[in-house]
């Protein structure tokens, strides 16, 4: 950015401002047109306090004669059938793209070829004793790459489902997963994930299938382990010769089941239907309007394909023919990736913009005329976005924006942001530098992805958009925490097309989700805005999704931290719109005692030992030997603490009458104290 905002002195930055003001004059593009009005969103499903509202686009040839978008083409209705629409659309263009290293041009896999390796993999897969059909479910542990999505849809075609498995889940959840699924054959791209899954081995197992090259050792350990190996180029060849005829899945058979991290329990593994997806997909196209994905627009395949929203990302653009093109594989490298493919869209997760947001204004932020220079650029775009204009071609643009794009390859049309809130500050940014159009939704696994989205045209932030086609959104009443749906605030329900058939081999726990009218609960509060928008304003139960995605049980941490004996009380706490976690931490006073005798420090009181390093430097330590030693994941570690001499008690009602934690009293309590630590982690 400093190539670009190296200009000299209040006459350059003069010159910059009339000539921006004049070509705005003369060349500005015409505004987004919203397909509803951007003050009136969404529509009242029915009357009383439940505040159910829906949709207001227009989309009745969409519904199959029912309440909800269920499909675009009522010949595309299953996963099996949606790559061959893309082939049509495309004229059997470019699918699958991928590189071998940051020297290399992508290379690509056409359409026609994506469906012809799906059906053989799938035809291999029976061939070689596989069952079809909806009793047999595959897995797949790897990284995104053509073999993952090639080994899916040649499940679909067998009416196979597929079941995802990730690193952050750990040996054990994964052989949890393979154990409830019964799942016998895992494909896997690397030696690391095929030892792993042999370090708790299920006896469900029997075959592992490789993408890549695993070496004699590790297939010498899978044969010993009494496992079948066999290389992805095998079950292909096999069968391409063996052209066993396909299954095809109907709308209602289960496609997939994605397994939540079970940061509560043992993971859930959320059933969803072709027609979940289908649906899902369609209305997201269908809400975009006329800035809706096309068989022209490249994408840049960087999310987890382990989880649902990178792959229903993935499913909206194999629906309008649309080209993907993978990373190397390193997030180190994912801006290469981004400038050799140039990307049209991408779906992204806050992290990403937060990081450029804050590398932009910190270069900026070095001298006064760049400072200055910026801060001009972004306010004329934001004037532009207030209007609905979307621009990359501005004088700003050129001159002074032009490296954040740049960054991306320089095509953005159209970027979707998912996985978790994005800070409003940062997403006007992103829409000013970017000039593209950026839409943020709110959903969850149950409901496959965003249940809702912002709409083109609206540049407002603070809220997650109306619901989709798909789908019909309600408040519940949340007496215990004081939110009451006649007043426009209560837990996030959904119901639609788009929500789960429920939770594989958990009834009970289906139940618990999904009400007898079929409103999937979310354990989210919610807010109705006065223009039909939804904004996410609490949590019901004390879990918290954190910037990167990875859902936090602060309780469970905070029991894991009570083992040490420097810990009197600990109160874990995290932030949607930040990656890690902090902990205000009461010391015991009597270890505290003990501890400084052997460390030979002064006596003096609690208080201004908390105050001082040392001590605090002790409990980071110990919360760090704690975390090693339980195994805890790099986003559950404590990145910093608060030391409070002061205890968490009844009395200063930061505990109920039976000593439980009163957490979001806690957070206001210490919320300059919270906001401290996470200022100095950034």
């Not at 196209?285 to 395949?301: A, E, F, G, P």
Request: proline share 6%.
């Amino acid at each position: 950015m400093a190539d670009y905002l190296e200009v000299g002195g209040a006459v350059a930055l003069t010159a910059a401002a009339g000539a921006a003001a004049a070509y705005y004059l003369l060349s500005e593009p015409a505004p987004v047109q919203p397909p509803v009005p951007l003050d009136d969103q969404s529509a009242a499903a029915s009357s009383g306090s439940e505040q159910a509202r829906t949709s207001r686009q227009p989309l009745d040839k969409y519904r199959d004669g029912g309440e909800f978008v269920r499909f675009l083409d009522p010949a595309c209705r299953t996963l099996h059938e949606v790559p061959r629409r893309g082939l049509k659309l495309s004229g059997d263009g470019n699918c699958l793209g991928w590189r071998a290293d940051a020297a290399a041009p992508y290379q690509w896999l056409s359409y026609g070829d994506f469906v012809r390796r799906a059906r053989d993999f799938g035809s291999g897969l029976v061939g070689g004793g596989l069952s079809p059909g909806q009793s047999t479910l595959v897995g797949i542990y790897a990284q995104n790459r053509p073999e993952w999505v090639i080994a899916e849809y040649g499940c679909y075609a067998y009416s196979i489902i597929t079941v995802a498995l990730y690193d952050t889940l750990g040996p054990e959840a994964c052989s949890y997963i393979v154990a409830h699924g019964n799942i016998s054959t895992v494909v896997v791209d690397s030696d690391a994930r095929a030892l792993s899954l042999l370090e708790q081995r299920p006896e469900a197992l029997q075959h592992i299938i490789h993408m890549g090259e695993l070496s004699p050792e590790t297939a010498r350990r899978v044969r010993e382990a009494g496992l079948r190996v066999s290389s992805f180029a095998e079950v292909e060849s096999r069968g391409a010769l063996m052209a066993v005829k396909e299954i095809p899945p109907r709308p209602q058979d289960v496609a997939t089941i994605s397994y939540t991290s079970g940061t509560t329990g043992d993971p859930k593994g959320v059933m969803l239907t072709h027609e979940n997806v289908v649906a899902n997909v369609s209305a997201v196209l269908l809400h975009l309007d006329t800035q809706t994905l096309r068989s022209d627009d490249v994408m840049l395949s960087f999310l987890p394909l382990s989880h649902t929203f990178e792959r229903v990302c993935q499913v909206g653009m194999y629906m309008v023919g649309g080209a993907i093109g993978f990373y190397r594989g390193d997030i180190r490298g994912l801006m290469d990736d981004l400038k050799a493919l140039r990307p049209t869209c991408i779906p992204a997760v806050p992290r990403i913009f937060n990081r450029i947001h804050d590398k932009t204004l910190a270069t900026a932020g070095q001298s006064r005329v760049k400072s200055a220079l910026l801060r001009c650029a972004l306010a004329a775009k934001e004037r532009q976005l207030a209007r609905g204009v979307v621009s990359s071609d501005t004088v700003w643009d050129k001159y002074i924006l032009a490296p954040v794009r740049a960054g991306f390859g320089g095509r953005l049309r159209v970027v979707v942001v998912g996985s978790a809130p994005m800070a409003p500050a940062v997403l006007t940014f992103m829409r000013a530098a970017l000039g593209c159009l950026i839409v943020e939704g709110y959903g969850q696994t149950e409901c496959v992805c965003p249940c809702t989205l912002t709409m083109p045209g609206d540049h407002t932030v603070g809220h997650v958009g109306p619901p989709l086609s798909s789908c019909a959104i309600k408040l519940a009443d949340v007496p215990d925490m004081g939110y009451s749906a006649a007043d426009g605030r209560g837990e996030v329900c959904v119901r639609g097309a788009q929500v789960f058939k429920g939770y594989y081999r958990a009834p009970e726990l289906t139940d618990e989700a999904l009400d007898e009218d079929g409103w999937l609960h979310t354990g989210d509060i919610g807010q109705w805005l006065p223009n039909g928008t939804l904004r996410i304003i609490d949590r019901k139960k004390n879990i918290f999704k954190l910037s990167q995605g990875e859902y936090v049980a602060p309780e469970r941490l905070e029991n894991i931290f009570m083992r040490s004996p420097l810990v009197g009380q600990i109160f874990v706490d995290g932030d949607s719109l930040k990656s890690c976690l902090v902990a205000v931490v009461v010391p015991d006073a009597d270890s505290v005692k003990a501890w400084r005798r052997r460390e030979g420090v002064p006596d003096v009181p609690l208080a201004q030992l908390c105050a001082e390093p040392p001590l605090k430097a002790a409990v980071m330590a110990e919360l760090g030997r704690l975390a090693a030693q339980t195994g805890l994941k790099g986003f559950e570690k404590i990145k910093d603490v608060y030391l409070s001499p002061e205890p968490l008690s009844t009395e200063n009602g930061l505990l109920t009458p039976t000593l439980k934690a009163k957490r979001p009293q806690i957070r206001r309590h210490f919320q300059a104290q919270i906001a401290d630590m996470y200022s100095r982690l950034e």
